[in-house]
């Protein structure tokens, strides 16, 4: 791997040059003053992304570790969930709820569409007796470039007292989201997507209404015990030896955001990123998976023309132009190629990731007016930059 590879992946992403350079610190006592007082700075700094004023605990795990604790904090062996899946990673949510004993009720919405709220509503009135206990959902997926309505879908639950549980990994930090305003009641994400930090932390935010069902929920867990979690936060330090070379990155990764105006204006340099990826596979002709309206401003996913290989062109990308994009998951495999466009991208990169993938559709033989894409993609950042 090249130091001057351009990383355009659904994560992990590119990390600001001070992050970078804070990864490397001296270790400090993860018992000590100096770690409580960072980890109270991160803290609070990661509240305004949540936008919550309620508890949000760090963890040492990936962000299917993260998957995993919501699941063992807040569900018993027996307990009736929904899981409303979008793509590989509902998937992979149910098949936690699974190995944890939940009932679980599986509503597919299909690979690149969105969650109906309308559906979810439907299935909670019908819910008489309440033995639905929570409402599993992604706030993005970064398998088919689609991000839902969770403000609708939390708003479709009415007076039902399902717990709304997100998953946000890939979310938070890139598309809008507001934890309070929108009664969700947990959520989770991880340092290597927005957060513009390497892998290995990840964040649960839980609610004041989420904690008595956390305290009383009966399945196995240790590690991932949130109760741990919070007590251990009261003292200044998490319950396990955490990461400390990542959690260096993101108080100064934290700290960058605040720096570009604050999490509201990173989020819409997110939304214009996805604007300037889409409009460029637009005019190349390239067909899109997400539809606008729940197009994601983590990830495009877009469908690989006739006669062009996904895998080989990503690798012709990677080898010859130092462009890392990502190839399709599950389903999508072989048929989809993923640009992401969250986290720490510039101006430049996302022109050079449109001229990369412009040079490698040309070697393979597909058709179309070279420049296209760059030209829009030009156009696009000189209006928006003046």
């Given at each position: 791997?090249?130091?001057?590879?351009?990383?355009?992946?659904?994560?992990?992403?590119?990390?600001?040059?001070?992050?970078?350079?804070?990864?490397?610190?001296?270790?400090?006592?993860?018992?000590?003053?100096?770690?409580?007082?960072?980890?109270?700075?991160?803290?609070?700094?990661?509240?305004?992304?949540?936008?919550?004023?309620c508890d949000v605990l760090t963890l040492t795990a990936s962000g299917t570790g993260g998957l995993e604790?919501?699941?063992?904090?807040?569900?018993?062996?027996?307990?009736?969930?929904?899981?409303?899946?979008?793509?590989?990673?509902?998937?992979?949510?149910?098949?936690?709820?699974?190995?944890?004993?939940?009932?679980?009720?599986?509503?597919?919405?299909?690979?690149?569409?969105?969650?109906?709220?309308?559906?979810?509503?439907?299935?909670?009135?019908?819910?008489?007796?309440?033995?639905?206990?929570?409402?599993?959902?992604?706030?993005?997926?970064?398998?088919?470039?689609?991000?839902?309505?969770?403000?609708?879908?939390?708003?479709?639950?009415?007076?039902?007292?399902?717990?709304?549980?997100?998953?946000?990994?890939?979310?938070?930090?890139?598309?809008?989201?507001?934890?309070?305003?929108?009664?969700?009641?947990?959520?989770?994400?991880?340092?290597?997507?927005?957060?513009?930090?390497?892998?290995?932390?990840?964040?649960?935010?839980?609610?004041?209404?989420?904690?008595?069902?956390?305290?009383?929920?009966?399945?196995?867990?240790?590690?991932?015990?949130?109760?741990?979690?919070?007590?251990?936060?009261?003292?200044?330090?998490?319950?396990?030896?955490?990461?400390?070379?990542?959690?260096?990155?993101?108080?100064?990764?934290?700290?960058?955001?605040?720096?570009?105006?604050?999490?509201?204006?990173?989020?819409?340099?997110?939304?214009?990123?996805?604007?300037?990826?889409?409009?460029?596979?637009?005019?190349?002709?390239?067909?899109?998976?997400?539809?606008?309206?729940?197009?994601?401003?983590?990830?495009?996913?877009?469908?690989?023309?006739?006669?062009?290989?996904?895998?080989?062109?990503?690798?012709?990308?990677?080898?010859?132009?130092?462009?890392?994009?990502?190839?399709?998951?599950?389903?999508?495999?072989?048929?989809?190629?993923?640009?992401?466009?969250?986290?720490?991208?510039?101006?430049?990169?996302?022109?050079?990731?449109?001229?990369?993938?412009?040079?490698?559709?040309?070697?393979?033989?597909?058709?179309?007016?070279?420049?296209?894409?760059?030209?829009?993609?030009?156009?696009?950042?000189?209006?928006?930059?003046?």
């Amino acid at each position: 791997m090249t130091e001057d590879q351009i990383i355009m992946l659904p994560g992990p992403t590119q990390v600001p040059p001070a992050a970078a350079r804070a990864s490397s610190r001296a270790m400090i006592n993860h018992r000590g003053p100096e770690f409580a007082a960072m980890l109270t700075e991160i803290t609070e700094n990661a509240k305004k992304i949540f936008k919550t004023k309620c508890d949000v605990l760090t963890l040492t795990a990936s962000g299917t570790g993260g998957l995993e604790c919501l699941v063992a904090n807040f569900v018993n062996p027996g307990d009736k969930i929904v899981v409303a899946s979008i793509g590989n990673f509902g998937e992979r949510l149910r098949d936690i709820a699974l190995a944890f004993g939940a009932d679980v009720d599986f509503m597919d919405f299909g690979w690149g569409n969105c969650v109906d709220p309308k559906a979810i509503a439907e299935k909670l009135v019908a819910d008489k007796n309440h033995e639905i206990k929570a409402v599993y959902c992604q706030h993005n997926e970064t398998s088919t470039g689609v991000t839902n309505d969770i403000e609708a879908i939390s708003k479709a639950r009415g007076n039902h007292p399902a717990l709304l549980i997100v998953d946000s990994v890939s979310g938070l930090g890139a598309a809008k989201f507001r934890m309070d305003d929108w009664q969700v009641d947990v959520v989770l994400t991880g340092s290597q997507k927005a957060f513009m930090s390497p892998p290995g932390i990840d964040f649960v935010a839980v609610s004041d209404r989420a904690w008595p069902v956390c305290a009383s929920c009966t399945n196995a867990r240790f590690y991932f015990d949130l109760n741990k979690a919070r007590a251990s936060y009261k003292k200044g330090e998490m319950p396990f030896t955490p990461a400390l070379s990542v959690l260096f990155a993101i108080q100064e990764a934290l700290r960058f955001i605040d720096e570009q105006g604050g999490i509201d204006a990173v989020i819409d340099e997110h939304y214009f990123r996805r604007d300037v990826i889409r409009a460029a596979a637009q005019a190349l002709h390239l067909p899109l998976v997400a539809a606008e309206h729940c197009a994601s401003p983590s990830v495009t996913s877009i469908m690989a023309p006739e006669g062009v290989d996904p895998k080989a062109l990503t690798g012709i990308m990677r080898d010859k132009y130092h462009c890392v994009i990502a190839g399709g998951q599950g389903k999508f495999k072989g048929h989809v190629f993923r640009i992401g466009h969250l986290g720490y991208v510039t101006d430049l990169q996302l022109i050079s990731t449109i001229s990369a993938l412009e040079m490698a559709l040309a070697e393979l033989g597909y058709e179309f007016t070279m420049g296209a894409g760059v030209t829009v993609a030009q156009k696009m950042i000189v209006e928006r930059r003046k």
